[in-house]
């Protein structure tokens, strides 16, 4: 016996019996519900390595055009590819890791109120310990709170070391750039989560001496301050 799908012989018969044929659209029904069957999909790839295969194939489709848009072709492409990484590295290792910018810098002072000798004693407490994040921390603040000391800066809670770079380098216009530095060193240390060296330090230390021998360049601001400072003295 011959089996027909539409005009084709699928099975053969026996003898002379005339060959069956199957319409066919029934036929393909048939195939469909037998291909259909779990045994026939035991070894087919999974949802996800089907969804591997498609990135893969779009990397190499992507490579591909690149490859074919570059002088040079592959090579080419490669050539941009490692100078590409080698810049970012460059990069990296020149700048460091990004800066993370607080969205509002928090208060300079965050604990109980202490002289400038008093942190300039903490400072190099965390400088002889290497400990130097901490050390220009506290030197930071121990450089702000000698400018209140000698009346240069109003005692004021809540004060950022922006602002008191701001403050002071109006009253010490010689060293305005180097106060707004130490600043910045401040804020990186300790709200931008970068570390910070024994250079460093030492240019606060050195920016710290030198305002103690400073003489101030008066404003019309701080001959105020410094005169309501007098007065309450005397009272």
């Given at each position: 016996m011959l089996i027909r799908w539409g005009t084709a012989p699928l099975l053969p018969r026996s003898g002379d019996e005339?060959?069956?044929?199957?319409?066919?659209?029934?036929?393909?029904?048939?195939?469909e519900r037998e291909l259909s069957r779990p045994a026939y999909h035991e070894n087919d790839p999974s949802l996800l390595q089907r969804a591997l295969n498609r990135f893969w194939e779009w990397i190499d489709d992507l490579f591909s055009a690149a490859a074919g848009a570059t002088p040079g072709g592959g090579i080419g492409l490669l050539v941009i590819v490692l100078a590409v990484a080698l810049l970012a590295a460059a990069l990296w290792w020149r700048l460091g890791t990004p800066r993370r910018v607080p969205s509002s810098a928090p208060a300079l002072f965050d604990d109980r109120p202490r002289s400038a000798a008093e942190h300039r004693t903490a400072a190099?407490?965390?400088?002889?310990?290497?400990?130097?994040?901490?050390?220009?921390?506290?030197?930071?603040?121990?450089?702000?709170?000698a400018l209140e000391e000698r009346a240069l800066l109003d005692p004021?809670?809540?004060?950022?070391?922006?602002?008191?770079?701001?403050?002071?380098?109006?009253?010490?216009?010689?060293?305005?750039?180097?106060l707004r530095e130490a600043a910045r060193e401040f804020d990186d240390v300790t709200y931008g989560g970068r570390t910070t060296d024994e250079p460093a330090y030492r240019r606060l230390t050195g920016l710290d001496d030198d305002l103690e021998r400073t003489r101030p360049t008066l404003t019309s601001t701080a001959r105020t301050t410094s005169s309501s400072s007098s007065q309450g003295a005397a009272e």
């Amino acid at each position: 016996m011959l089996i027909r799908w539409g005009t084709a012989p699928l099975l053969p018969r026996s003898g002379d019996e005339p060959p069956v044929t199957i319409p066919r659209a029934p036929a393909r029904e048939a195939a469909e519900r037998e291909l259909s069957r779990p045994a026939y999909h035991e070894n087919d790839p999974s949802l996800l390595q089907r969804a591997l295969n498609r990135f893969w194939e779009w990397i190499d489709d992507l490579f591909s055009a690149a490859a074919g848009a570059t002088p040079g072709g592959g090579i080419g492409l490669l050539v941009i590819v490692l100078a590409v990484a080698l810049l970012a590295a460059a990069l990296w290792w020149r700048l460091g890791t990004p800066r993370r910018v607080p969205s509002s810098a928090p208060a300079l002072f965050d604990d109980r109120p202490r002289s400038a000798a008093e942190h300039r004693t903490a400072a190099e407490a965390h400088a002889a310990a290497a400990h130097w994040d901490q050390a220009v921390q506290e030197r930071m603040r121990a450089l702000v709170r000698a400018l209140e000391e000698r009346a240069l800066l109003d005692p004021r809670p809540g004060r950022t070391a922006d602002e008191a770079a701001a403050e002071a380098g109006r009253t010490l216009p010689a060293h305005a750039v180097r106060l707004r530095e130490a600043a910045r060193e401040f804020d990186d240390v300790t709200y931008g989560g970068r570390t910070t060296d024994e250079p460093a330090y030492r240019r606060l230390t050195g920016l710290d001496d030198d305002l103690e021998r400073t003489r101030p360049t008066l404003t019309s601001t701080a001959r105020t301050t410094s005169s309501s400072s007098s007065q309450g003295a005397a009272e």
